[in-house]
C-alpha cells in the first residue's frame, strides 16, 4: 500500500468494520475499481471488550489495538479510522503511539450532524454503557454548544445493550425494536437528532423502517471523514 | 495477526470484498465479537484490470497480485481468500508464491452449488469476459462432470459487461435487470442453475426481485469455504 492508503482498525464488530468498508466504497464518486480508496482492514474481533475493561475491570484492550496500528502502519497506511466509538476511551494512547493521523469518530459525528442540517444544541446518543460512561461526546462537544440526552440506566439495560448484543451475534433484525424504542425515548425528551454512537447501531437501525426523525450514523460519519482525508469526492448521499 | 486469520486478497472490485466481509461475518455462527473470525482485508483496487489484461493485452495484475499477498504474509495470515473470480487466472503463479493456501473459488463455487441441491450437469456461467475467455469454470469443473454454458458474444457485450461495471461504479440498481435477463438467458437455454461467476454479479442480482432457479453466489461461496478453513461453524442460510 501507499501513504494515500486508508487503515482500518477493525473488528469491534467486525459486522460494523464490513459496513464500514461497504459505506466507504458506496460514498466514494467512482466510475471504475481503480478510482476506489485503497484500504487495508485489520478486523480482529479477538480485541477484549471495551466495555468491559472500562466498566467491569475487563482486559485491557489497548495492547491489542496497539497491535493492530502496528499492522496498518506495516501495511504501508496513511491514516487510520476506527469504526468502534467505544475504542476512542483509548484515542489519545493510540495517537500517542503512532505517527500516522487518526480520524476521531467523534469529529466525523459532529460533521454528519452538521451535514444533516443538525445545529449545536440538544442531541440523543446512544452507545455503549462504556461509552457513555467514558462521556467521549460529552467532553469533545460541549465545548462546541452540543448537549448529549442519554438513556437512563433502566434503558441502557432494557434496550440500547440487548440490541448491541444481538448485532453482534448476527441477530441484526432483532436489534430493530429496542434500539428504534430508545431512540425514541430520547426525541420524546427533547432531542433534535439521535447520535448512533455505536457501529452496530446503525446495522439495526437500518434493519426496519426509518426513523421520523435525523439519525446520525457513526459508520456513514467516519465513512465521509475518510473520503475526504484521500482527497476524494463524496457521491450524493445515499 | 495469527495463523487462524484469513487473508483476503480484495478490491477487485472494492463493493464485492466489502460484501465479502459482510457475508464472511454473517454466516459464521457467532454470539459476540470474540467468535467471530480475525481478518485482513487488503483492498487494492488500483490492480490493473484483468479482464483487460487477458483480452486487451493490458497491464499484467500478478505484479500487484503479488504485493497484496506479501502484505497477508507480512501480517501473518494462514490462509488467503481472493474474492475475484478473474483474478484466478493467475491462481497458478500466485499459489507458486506463497506458502499459505489459497482457497480457489471454483471450487468454492462447486461446494455452493451442491449445497443448493444442483447436481453435476449442465449449468450457466455469468462472469467476466476475461473469466470466459481463460476457461476458468469449464476446465476446472468439467472433470467433475459439470457442463458450463456461457452467454453468447451479443449478451456479454449488451447486458453482462454492462451489469459489472454498473456494480463496479456504485450503480448497484442498475444492474439487475441486464444481469437478471443473461442468467434467465442460460437457463432458457438448458441451465439448471447459473453460476454468478464475477463477485460483483451477486450484488447487482441482489438488487431485485429473486430470480426463479437456483443461483450459486461466488462470494457466499467464497465465504463458507474460509469459515470451513477457519473450522468453525456456518450459521443456518441467510
Chains 1, 2 share one sequence.
Request: hydrophobic share 50%; with cysteine.
Amino acid at each position: 500500500m501507499t501513504e494515500q492508503s486508508l487503515g482500518v482498525l477493525g473488528g469491534m464488530g467486525p459486522l460494523a468494520s464490513a459496513q464500514f468498508m461497504l459505506r466507504l466504497t458506496l460514498l466514494t464518486d467512482a466510475a471504475r475499481d481503480q478510482d476506489h480508496i485503497p484500504a487495508v482492514l485489520w478486523s480482529d474481533p479477538r480485541v477484549p471488550d471495551r466495555t468491559a475493561a472500562r466498566i467491569a475491570g475487563g482486559e485491557d484492550p489497548l495492547p491489542a489495538l496497539l497491535r493492530g496500528i502496528r499492522g496498518l502502519e506495516a501495511a504501508g497506511c496513511g491514516a487510520i479510522a476506527i469504526p468502534c466509538n467505544t475504542a476512542h476511551g483509548w484515542f489519545d494512547a493510540m495517537q500517542a503511539a503512532t505517527p500516522l493521523p487518526i480520524l476521531h469518530i467523534v469529529d466525523a459525528a459532529e460533521a454528519e450532524l452538521l451535514r444533516l442540517g443538525v445545529t449545536p444544541g440538544p442531541i440523543g446518543l446512544m452507545g455503549t454503557a462504556g461509552t457513555l460512561a467514558m462521556r467521549l461526546y460529552q467532553e469533545r462537544l460541549a465545548p462546541r454548544g452540543w448537549t448529549c440526552l442519554v438513556p437512563d440506566e433502566a434503558e441502557m439495560t432494557r434496550l440500547v445493550s440487548p440490541g448491541i448484543a444481538e448485532v453482534k451475534a448476527n441477530r441484526v433484525a432483532e436489534a430493530y425494536a429496542p434500539l428504534a424504542e430508545a431512540a425514541q425515548l430520547l426525541v420524546a425528551r427533547g432531542a433534535r437528532a439521535v447520535v448512533l454512537g455505536c457501529t452496530e447501531i446503525p446495522l439495526g437501525i437500518a434493519a426496519g423502517p426509518a426513523l421520523p426523525f435525523p439519525v446520525c450514523d457513526t459508520i456513514d460519519g467516519l465513512a465521509r471523514a475518510a473520503i475526504g482525508w484521500a482527497g476524494r469526492a463524496a457521491s450524493h448521499p445515499m
